[in-house]
Structures are given as structure tokens and as C-alpha cells.
């Protein structure tokens, strides 16, 4: 078999297996193959064995009839209602979910399709060998490519309001309630808004669908509390606290997805230790120091702009994303210990057991001339 191709699980060539199509052999093919197996039933079975051609399927469907009819119902998927010319702002409005249903669509199938046909090719070419480094390259070149477009788009938001300061403290903690209620937000911040919740709801998603980590259980709270800390946001008319805390966390992840490329296309440890360290500092400057500084505003401030309740559920919620990033500051320290008791290097600490084979995802196609 080439070196560049996928590998099929052990098992898969059993009599039992002969009626399956490559892909589903792929994943039902070891019986001790629990995690996939078990997230891959019923109708998120069917979804994610469908994430490339379903979701293109009603892309193209949107798309085509906005084509063929501009002024058609089609048009709330695609752009914003209640423009003020006057300002340039769009108002808040219910029709803003058709742009949210659209782009989590849009965002499922450009995930799988990227993965697919971009970064898993490139994983080969660049040197990954094994079918967990090629998938897991894929997996964190699209978070790199994501992350980089909306950390940018997020700090020109940022940059566009009173809140912010300077590079050194990005934020104003008492202009965070400049202008408010914010029902009216300029054009760029409000695509840059929802294209956010958008990406996060699908990212919900993405972890119901694929194999579980080792942080399973810390990841699908961090997504609930991110999403539920979003609509909040926008119900309450407090965005500008929403576009902080999108900047504040995406830099960190730009570099630990780059760092994690390099490492599984067998760069030296002399370039991807480096990384690392310039991760941790950022991480510790951007999840601790700044997202700190938003948490004081959100408790100094918010509590003359909403109801007790509502104030004091806020804190809770950032407090809770602030104990989830401790959690995962725990981890990174102990990776730093392994790096350096072990000089291994660094590993992925919240991978999957490395006695448990990895699958390709369902929605991953390869040539069968690679099987053997």
C-alpha cells in the first residue's frame, strides 16, 4: 500500500464486512471501535455520513433560487434585513436566524469538503504517514484557517468602537457599554457576529458527530457556554462584550492548531517546542489576563443595564469559561512537564488512547486502489 494512503482498521476484510461500501468499513470494521460506532446510529449517523454533499445540496438550493429570483424568500439566507442608510447599521430582527440556519449549512460543508480535498491531501504531500496524523493535521488545519480569518475581522470590530485601547491592554473596561443598547450594529460587525454564533452552533455539531476526546465532557460545556454566552449577547444588546471575548480567545488557538500541524507532519521538536512556548504565553496574556479584564467590566458595569438575575447568570457563565480555561491551563502545564522530564516533545494531551485506532470520518472519501 502507498505510504500516502489511508489505512484500513484491522478487521475490516472480515466475510461479515463484504457488503459495506469502503468508507462504512472503514468505520464499522473493528468491533472495539466503540466511540465511532456508538456517534454514528440513527439520524447523526445519517448526518455525518452526509456532511460534504447534504449540506451542498441545500447551499446550491438557497443559492440557486436567490439566482433565479433575487426578491424571493431565499434572500433572508443570504443577507440581513431592516438596513438603516442613514447610519449603515442593521437592525436587530427575528429573519437574522435564516442567516444563522444558512451559514452553520454552509460551514458543515465547507468543513468536511476543506478537510476532505485540501488538507488531507496536503498532509500526505507534506510528509504524514498514518491515518490519525493525516486526519488530525486536517482537523487542525481547519481551525487554523478559521481562526486566523475571524481573529483578523474580529480585532478591525473591536478596533471600530470605543472599547478599544492598545496592544498592550486591548480594552477600555468602561466603554463597554458605549452607545448602548447596541440593536444597531455596522455592517462588517454584524456579518462578523453571526458568522461567529454560526460557526460555534455548528462546532456543537461537529462534537455530537466525531469520535470523543480524551475533554469530551470540558469541550461540549465550553461550546454550551459559549453559545448560550452569545445569545445572551445579542438578546441583550451588549455585542461589543461578544466581539471582545471572540478576540481574546481565538489568537491562542490560531498557534496551538499551527503548532499541532507541524508536529504531525514530523517537523523537528526545535521548531514545534518554540511554538508551543509562544502559545502558552499567549494563551495566559489572552484567556487569563485580558478575558479577566471583560469579566471585571461585565461585573463592575452590567448590573445597571439588566436585571439582577440576569447580571449575576452573565458572571456565571464567564466565570465558567474562565474555570474551563484553568482546566486546559492545567493540561498545557503538564505538557510542559512530560516535554521536558521525557524531551518528547509535545504531544496532543487530550487526544484520543493511542491503543484505540483512529477512523477516517464518514465523510472523507479516498480512492479505493490505496485499500488493500
Known amino acids: 500500500m502507498s505510504s500516502s494512503s489511508l489505512t484500513l482498521p484491522h478487521g475490516s476484510h472480515s466475510p461479515s464486512s463484504s457488503s459495506f461500501s469502503p468508507i462504512e468499513k472503514q ?32 447551499v446550491l438550493a438557497i443559492l440557486g433560487t436567490y439566482a433565479l429570483f433575487p426578491n424571493s424568500f431565499a ?14 447599521t442593521y437592525e436587530k430582527a427575528w429573519e437574522d436566524l435564516y442567516f444563522l440556519f444558512f451559514w452553520v449549512t454552509a460551514f458543515t460543508f465547507l468543513r468536511a469538503s476543506v478537510m476532505t480535498y485540501v488538507l488531507m491531501p496536503m498532509a500526505r504531500r507534506l510528509g504524514a504517514t498514518t491515518e490519525r496524523t493525516i486526519l488530525r493535521f486536517a482537523e487542525q488545519g481547519w481551525i487554523c484557517i478559521y481562526y486566523s480569518c475571524s481573529w483578523a475581522l474580529g480585532m478591525y470590530c473591536i478596533q471600530l ?57 470540558a469541550m461540549i460545556g465550553h461550546h454550551l457556554v459559549t453559545v448560550m454566552l452569545i445569545t445572551f449577547s445579542l438578546t441583550l444588546n451588549v455585542t461589543t462584550f461578544g466581539t471582545a471575548v471572540f478576540v481574546s480567545m481565538d489568537l491562542a488557538d490560531i498557534v496551538l492548531s499551527l503548532g499541532k500541524c507541524f ?34 467590566a461585565w461585573t463592575l458595569y452590567g448590573g445597571d443595564y439588566c436585571s439582577r438575575i440576569t447580571h449575576f447568570t452573565i458572571i456565571g457563565l464567564l466565570l465558567t469559561l474562565q474555570a474551563l480555561m484553568f482546566f486546559w491551563l492545567w493540561s498545557i502545564f503538564r505538557i510542559v512537564y512530560k516535554m521536558f522530564a521525557n524531551k518528547g516533545g509535545v504531544v496532543d494531551d487530550r487526544s484520543e488512547d493511542e491503543d484505540q485506532p483512529d477512523t477516517v470520518p464518514v465523510h472523507v472519501h479516498h480512492d479505493s486502489k490505496h485499500q488493500h
Open 161 to 217: 468602537t470605543p472599547t478599544w485601547n492598545n496592544w498592550l491592554i486591548w480594552f477600555h473596561t468602561d466603554q463597554f457599554f458605549d452607545s448602548y443598547p447596541l440593536t444597531a450594529l455596522p455592517v462588517i460587525t454584524k456579518y462578523y457576529y453571526w458568522l461567529q454564533f454560526s460557526f460555534w452552533v455548528q462546532q456543537m455539531f461537529v462534537l455530537c458527530v466525531e469520535a470523543p476526546r480524551k475533554d469530551f465532557l
Open 263 to 296: 508536529k504531525y507532519i514530523g517537523m523537528p521538536d526545535s521548531i514545534c517546542d518554540p511554538i508551543f512556548a509562544c502559545f502558552m504565553f499567549i494563551w495566559i496574556y489572552t484567556r487569563h489576563f485580558l478575558y479577566g479584564h471583560i469579566i471585571y
Open 75 to 88: 434572500k433572508k439566507f443570504l443577507f440581513f434585513q431592516h438596513y438603516d442608510a442613514a447610519t449603515q
Open 27 to 58: 468505520i464499522l470494521g473493528n468491533k472495539h471501535n466503540q466511540p465511532s460506532l456508538k456517534h454514528r446510529k440513527g439520524v447523526l449517523g445519517m448526518m455525518a455520513r452526509h456532511q460534504i454533499d447534504g449540506p451542498l445540496i441545500v
